[in-house]
């Protein structure tokens, strides 16, 4: 089985969502990250069988929400399509004046998972090390999606039970560092996903990236780790069935 673990089906990034969706032959979880996005994505997880859905306030929109925002996301974490909050994290790479705010966003939506025991989708860049912070104060199981920082901190985010999420950058000629992690780790502590629209893997790279192309994030990964691309899909869907507990 096909999962994407992490990808965005917003309106304005797809004009033909619903094509989108028939074409992936698999199960996707949606993405959310602001006030908008969070309402399509409950949108289409009530509309698909082969959607599931997160519910989170991204870093960057740190200074566009609400309390409002934090009364949607409780109200409706209870929707058994909704797996996870996020996507939530730290990201210095934008914007960095204004850390304190955006740990301070990231910790609340920490204590709602922990209330009412979800994981987690992390976003962290050039963040790694106030990520790992705050989070290894919780007990909270998740993904570290996109993940890019090293292969020492890949091993601590698995310690604290985390799982490393591998998109199409992994197929890039010079993403020589994610590849050998992807050869370090094991198995079972990979999630596919795609990131969707955006990152899309060779051999489609500078093109929409769409859920589908979890296939060739798999493919590499059955390179590096010399393993057949089976095992590669099945062990993976085990990890995002247990993590987000699916219901299949």
């Given amino acids: 089985m096909l999962i994407d673990t992490h990808c965005h089906l917003g309106y304005e990034d797809y004009d033909n969502i619903e094509e989108i969706i028939k074409n992936m032959d698999g199960i996707m979880i949606a993405s959310g990250c602001n006030d908008k996005t969070n309402k399509e994505v409950l949108e289409l997880v009530n509309k698909y069988d082969n959607v599931y859905g997160t519910l989170g306030i991204h870093p960057e929109d740190v200074d566009n929400i609400s309390e409002d925002s934090f009364r949607f996301i409780e109200e409706n974490i209870s929707n058994p399509k909704i797996v996870a909050i996020g996507e939530i994290g730290l990201d210095y790479y934008w914007v960095s004046d204004n850390k304190e705010k955006q740990q301070e966003i990231f910790k609340r939506q920490l204590d709602i998972a922990t209330k009412y025991n979800k994981p987690i989708v992390v976003h962290s860049r050039e963040a790694i090390q106030d990520t790992y912070d705050i989070l290894k104060q919780y007990n909270l199981k998740g993904s570290l999606h996109c993940f890019s920082s090293s292969l020492e901190m ?7 039970g985390y799982k490393i999420g591998v998109g199409g950058t992994v197929t890039f000629k010079n993403s020589k560092k994610l590849q050998e992690i992807v050869k370090e780790i094991d198995i079972k502590d990979i999630l596919l996903e795609t990131d969707s629209p955006y990152l899309s893997p060779e051999p489609f790279r500078g093109k929409r990236n ?19 691309i089976k095992e590669v899909l099945d062990t993976t869907s085990k990890n995002a069935i247990q993590l987000f507990d699916l219901n299949l």
Avoid: H, M, W
């Fill in 154 to 160: 890949a091993r601590e985010f698995i310690k604290l």
């Fill in 210 to 228: 769409n859920p589908s192309n979890t296939y060739y994030v798999a493919l590499k990964i059955s390179e590096l780790k010399e393993i057949d």
